[in-house]
């Protein structure tokens, strides 16, 4: 599942590497908009398509994302013949054409994960996606300026991210093929109250899921559910959430659509070695899945995401005012990928119910597609009317501050619904809402209620309502104490 968007990642990534290749290229030269315009192209329509392409994933299934892993082949397609022909017209419509599928790719994945990975395993499973994500990434900023630099040319590195686009398509038909055929053997195994393998706990909790709707439908067939699929009723926690998400995604991802340029002018690198340096931002990420297991077992979003800010300010501190080994700031900010998006993408989940989670990542890529676009001009338009990356880098800095800022009001919203970020997997899921589990149906996190019939006696709902108080009190002072005594 995490490979899914493997080669979209990759394609947008390795444009990093050939920046300067394209700008030194005597015979088809492109300014520095052009650049940023070729980058802003991939996300214009993402800032609308994602949307619809989570309903399609909440409305049609997964099935769909296989036309949008094929919609993101001839894109990059489309995109290497127009460079080759020198017609940046051509050029400029592929990437369009290729940021339709590849929004719409990567909030696939995300739901496919988001769905079968529901408790104790959620953020530990975003992690791997993660991992997976920034290893194409890495790959991608490594690999991209040897290639072409070996056959004489950025085109023939276009190609290569064709290639790759390709193979991660028929990943994501392999995929398609094998959850249907999970899904098939969990329903014929939910009707006929047959047990799964419990040491799969994933597919446990995905089979139990499935089991209380079945009965729940059973006997409470005109009953009412919550349905939280209108926009307006997603929590102020979740908006948020997106906010923090689109400022942190943008503050690190701006400067690596250029940290391969930047290093090769401000150290005096090779672009070889610009383009490997560059990618140690990615290093430290392969760990994520781990660190989403411990998160998963101790919780602790909240100060990791503080830390995570924090230490991008040193980031860019560090390569604006000093003249330290841009190394460690590449590994600082390669710290900070390696928790951060795991667990803002493990967080949604848990403020929205299961019914809008396509359109919930959805409305996240598009919040993500509008900062990359106009940042990506942004990135470009400075450095044509400066010369430099000086202006560039002030910019990024103040991002990185604002993140910080968003991070603390986080912890208020956090505190204001019972510390569901703070607290393990398993407790904050129990802790949000899920509408297809309508025995232990909490509030909409917007306290919209709807009265339903129920059983006289639910044990676990009871259970909540009991220690709902008990446990946020108790959870503040242990998190307290914990970390003062740190």
Known sequence: MSCIPFGGHF??????????????DEDFPITNTMYGALLSAVSVPNMFLPLLGGRLMDKSGHRSIRFFLAWICVGQAIFAIGMQLKLYWLALFGRVFFGVGEGSVVVGARVFIASWFRNKELTFAMGVSVAITNVSKMLAKATV???ALYFGGYVQALWYGVAVCVASALIGVLVCHYTLNLKRIVKSR????????????????????KRRKHRWRKSNSQAKQISCDNVQNFSRMFWVIALLHVNFINVFHLFQNVSASYLFQRYDYSIVKAGVVSSFSHLFVVFAPFIGLAIDHFGGRILLIILAAILSVLAYVFMIFTEINPIVSMLLISICLSFTPTVLMAAIPNSVSRKSFGTAFGIVEITDAIGATFGNLMVGYLRDETGNYRAVMMMLLGMAVLVLFLALFLIFEDSRHGWVLSAPSGRSRALSVDDEDPWTT???????????????YCPRTVLLRRSRSS????????????????
């Open 471 to 486: 446990f946020i009190i108790t959870r503040l002072i242990l998190e307290l104490g914990h970390y003062w005594y740190k």
């Open 442 to 456: 909490r509030r909409c996190l917007r306290l919209v209620t709807v009265r339903t019939e129920r059983p006289t």
């Open 145 to 147: 300026a040897p290639i």
């Open 190 to 209: 939910v009707i006929s109250e047959e047990a799964l393998d419990p040491s799969l706990h994933w597919l446990k909790d995905y089979a139990d899921k």
């Open 11 to 24: 394609v947008k990534n390795g444009m990093s590497s050939l920046e300067q290749l394209m700008l030194d």
